[in-house]
Structure formats: C-alpha cells, structure tokens
C-alpha cells in the first residue's frame, strides 16, 4: 500500500500526558497537511509544510501542539498536556504540488481519559 | 465562523432514488471545489471536484452542479446504492499558498436496499 500511513491509529491517554503521531505521506509528496476531525464535524486545517518548511499555522493550533517535518519525508505531531478536549481524529494529508490532488490518512484517533 | 455550510445533516434515500446534498459558501477567494467521501474509519476520499468557471460536472453517477452567483452547490448521486452509503464532505479551497481545504460539516446518507 503506497497511501498515506499514519500510526498509531488509536491512542488512548490520560489527561496530561504528551502524545505523537507519525504521518508516512506518499513518496515524493512535497505538500503535507494536518487536520483535525471532531466526531459529526468536517476536518479542521491545522497546518502544513512545503517540504520540511512549515508555512502556515491554523489558530486552533495552540502552543501546546508542535509539528515537524524533519528531512521533508515523515511527518510527527506533538500534543503536550493533552486536554480532554483534544479528543479528536487526527489526519494527515499529502500532495505532490500545491495544485494536485491531496490524499488522506487513516487518522489517528486519539482520546484523553 | 463556518465559511462553507452543508446541509441536510442526514439523508436517507432508496435505492435508485437521487441523493443531493447541498453547500454555501461565503468567501469569494474560494476557488476550487471538491466534494470527499468518507467511511467510517477511514479518511476522506476526492469524489470529484469542480472550478467555479463551470456550471456542471458529471463523472458516471456523481454531477456537481455550480452557481458562482449564488455561491453555493450541490452533489447530485444518480441511482444511489447502499455501497454509497457514507459521509460527504463538501469543501472549498482558496487562491491563497497553503491550499488547505475548508470542509462542511458532512451529510450522513444512507441508501436503504
């Protein structure tokens, strides 16, 4: 399979802790985004890199979450403190250009107890 | 502020009937249109996409139609089956560099056998 991957696909953690996913976007995909999904709701951007520059940042990501994109290959997303209102589905997309089509993650579905 | 609002939440139609699912939206710097389909589990899927320089888009069962006036449009799903049956996501994407996509809040369809 040479869609985009992402891992864990379910986390469960206590409120508090600090979480990361990882993001395999499709080779060669120099485009990847981050979005959240709230249960009954679309995806939310969060942000995205152009290779390994991360050029733009959504106001729903607080200080408390951190991405990178090191090399320009896989992506992590870090949630620190996690807040029972982080509860959410995590999605990763890439695209080869800016232009192109943007592929979806699995997700990964995180819930803080 | 919900820049593209989606409705009916839910749809449930016959098999062979006709789903429509409609979509407004407010920003004028929108300039793609793609419509995803999700399963449960799974992230979002491209169905098929529409610039506002056309009225009409037909790929086999699946017809966005457009009015840029307006600012709002629609998915029609000729001859729904119970395969169809999922979460649709109306979206929009602006001019701007980042490219991400601004999602609905998704209609539920369900196309009883």
């Known amino acids: 399979d040479t869609g985009v991957s992402q891992n864990p696909r379910h986390k469960i953690t206590k409120r508090g802790q600090n979480v990361t996913f990882r993001c395999d976007p499709i080779?060669?995909?120099?485009?990847l985004y981050w979005y959240r999904q709230t249960l009954g709701q679309g995806p939310e951007f969060l942000t995205y890199?152009?290779?390994?520059?991360?050029?733009?940042k959504s106001r729903l990501l607080s200080d408390r979450f951190s991405a990178e994109r090191p090399k320009g290959s896989f992506s992590t997303l870090e949630i620190q403190r996690t807040e029972q209102g982080d509860s959410a589905m995590y999605l990763c997309a890439s695209s080869l250009t800016s232009n192109t089509e943007a592929f979806f993650g699995q997700g990964t579905r995180l819930t803080v107890v | 502020q919900q820049q593209v609002k989606q409705s009916p939440q839910s749809l449930i139609v016959q098999k062979g009937g006709i789903s429509i699912i409609n979509c407004a939206y407010e920003n004028t710097a929108f300039d793609y249109f793609p419509w995803y389909q999700q399963f449960p589990g799974k992230g979002p899927a491209l169905l098929i996409a529409i610039r506002p320089d056309v009225s009409e888009k037909k790929e086999g069962r699946f017809t966005i139609s457009f009015n840029k006036s307006a600012k709002q449009f629609s998915l029609h799903i000729m001859d729904s089956q119970p395969g169809d049956s999922a979460t649709y996501f109306c979206a929009a994407i602006d001019s701007g560099s980042a490219r991400q996509l601004t999602f609905g809040s998704g209609t539920q369809l369900t196309v009883l056998p």
């Open positions: 890199f152009q290779n390994e520059a991360q050029l733009e």
């Open positions: 080779s060669e995909h120099n485009r």
